[in-house]
T-cell receptor, first 113, second 113 residues
């Protein structure tokens, strides 16, 4: 039981390049989330998926797209990376969105130069 | 809308001293409350949660938190801090209506000898 896994762990991009961050969970959870963490800003929700087949914007969705590929997988895509997207990205999952604890992956550290 | 305030950005305590991290929330109904810990370079791990019942809840690693409805608070405590407790701590409140947890901005704990 791996919990929530994220790939890659580290990534360096040049401005304008695109990439997809992958997230998978093996806990049969319905809901999945993408956050970014920046110093002094705490966790900010980018997008979430309350259930398979649905996605919703969070606090900071601009510059990102997501795909809930199936119940296990939730990917985050940067179409044209910008230095402002340099951050640590966390994926999380939970049985449902409202009254449930979230389980977090180990994070992806992304640098955009 | 729900909100969470962690008034202290950074706290330093001596090893062996007691600890209290503050969390205040804004929520109309009885909230579901969580404390998470993030060690350096790691994802977030759940310390404890409050759903209902006894207002003093015990968590992992010797932590406890007390829910005080009259003060809209859910402060985290530990009687004797260990150097390994140095980390960032996040308070979160669950919402209703199929929307995700709302996180505070975190309190960074430093432990000195």
């Amino acid at each position: 039981n791996a919990g929530v896994t994220q790939t890659p762990k580290f990534q360096v991009l040049k401005t304008g390049q695109s990439m997809t961050l992958q997230c998978a969970q093996d806990m049969n959870h319905n809901s999945m989330y993408w956050y970014r963490q920046d110093p002094g800003m705490g966790l900010r929700l980018i997008y979430y998926s309350a259930s398979e087949g649905t996605t919703d914007k969070g606090e900071v969705p601009n510059g990102y797209n997501v795909s809930r590929l199936n119940k296990r997988e939730f990917s985050l895509r940067l179409e044209s990376a910008a230095p402002s997207q340099t951050s640590v990205y966390f994926c999380a999952s939970s049985p449902g969105t409202d009254a449930y604890e979230q389980y977090f992956g180990p994070g992806t550290r992304l640098t955009v130069t | 809308a729900q909100s969470v305030t962690q008034p202290d950005i950074h706290i330093t305590v001596s090893e062996g001293a007691s600890l209290e991290l503050r969390c205040n929330y804004s929520y109309g109904a009885t909230p579901y409350l969580f404390w998470y810990v993030q060690s350096p370079g790691q994802g977030l791990q759940l310390l404890l949660k409050y759903f209902s019942g006894d207002t003093l809840v015990q968590g992992i690693k010797g932590f406890e938190a007390e829910f005080k409805r009259s003060q809209s608070s859910f402060n985290l405590r530990k009687p004797s801090v260990h150097w390994s407790d140095a980390a960032e701590y996040f308070c979160a409140v669950a919402s209703s209506g199929n929307t995700p947890l709302v996180f505070g901005k975190g309190t960074r704990l430093s432990v000195i000898a």
